[in-house]
């Protein structure tokens, strides 16, 4: 038996070699067409594509913005999200006024041009001050009258947030000092001038690495007070603690009361 040899011939082969050519040359045509006239529809309409991508830069702003709270205004304690209290998150505010319960405070959000313009107005502007309690710290009358002196209304402060108490804020307040870039916790300042007394932190477990780190710093600023002698620290001279012994002394009531008699 013989074997038959089926060859096909060499111009079909080189017919379906060019035709598969010409099919992958017609593709990719096609692809640089649609690619050129995307581009000579953005040339044609550039402005309008800026506006486009300007419209989603900024609606993809404000949805990022919106959903951090980085521009939204607090009118009342309860309203801080509990994760900023958690993170010790720190807040702008601007004095309003120092009362017995501590100090009234108004929140300034971060301003970004024309998104925080357009917020302000959806929000409006009714703004509400804020109880705030300096963490950690016991004010003498004195340290009152000193930081109604220091905090002057209107003025910019900080906020680290601590606790939060029904309607109270507990935080580290701090501010710049006047005339200089840096600035300093009011928490420390009226225990280093031994106007206030350290007390436990509110709202901080007592375990808790951030009660013992603000308890140490506190404790810190308040025995450089004492050992300066400043404030509710102040030691009477000689002469008062032995004019003090002669009028407490009975002798010298009696002797007093005697004279006057006379």
Request: charged share 25%; hydrophobic share 40%; proline share 4%.
């Amino acid at each position: 038996m013989h074997r038959i040899n089926v060859n096909m011939p060499e111009s079909s082969r080189e017919d379906e070699e060019m035709t598969v050519r010409q099919q992958r040359y017609q593709g990719h045509q096609s692809s640089n067409n649609i690619v050129s006239s995307i581009s000579k529809f953005a040339d044609d309409h550039l402005t309008l594509v800026r506006n486009i991508s300007t419209g989603l830069a900024v609606v993809g702003v404000i949805v990022i913005a919106r959903s951090i709270k980085l521009i939204t205004t607090f009118h009342a304690v309860s309203e801080i999200p509990a994760p900023f209290i958690e993170r010790n998150v720190s807040l702008r505010g601007k004095v309003h006024s120092i009362t017995e319960r501590g100090l009234k405070v108004e929140h300034v959000p971060i301003y970004l041009p024309v998104l925080s313009g357009i917020l302000s107005r959806k929000q409006g502007v009714c703004t509400s001050p804020m109880l705030v309690h300096l963490a950690g710290v016991e004010l003498t009358p004195e340290g009152r009258e000193w930081l109604q002196k220091n905090l002057a209304p209107a003025q910019t402060v900080w906020l680290k947030l601590i606790s939060r108490e029904d309607d109270r804020l507990h935080c580290l307040v701090s501010q710049s000092r006047e005339g200089s870039m840096f600035s300093y916790c009011v928490n420390e300042e009226v225990l280093r001038l031994g106007l206030a007394r350290s007390a436990p932190v509110v709202g901080v477990r007592p375990d808790s690495r951030l009660y013992w780190r603000l308890l140490k710093r506190l404790h810190r600023a308040e025995v450089k007070a004492e050992r300066k002698g400043r404030g509710l620290w102040k030691e009477d001279s000689l002469w008062e603690r032995a004019s003090k012994a002669v009028r407490d002394n009975a002798l010298f009531r009696l002797m007093r009361r005697i004279f006057k008699r006379s």
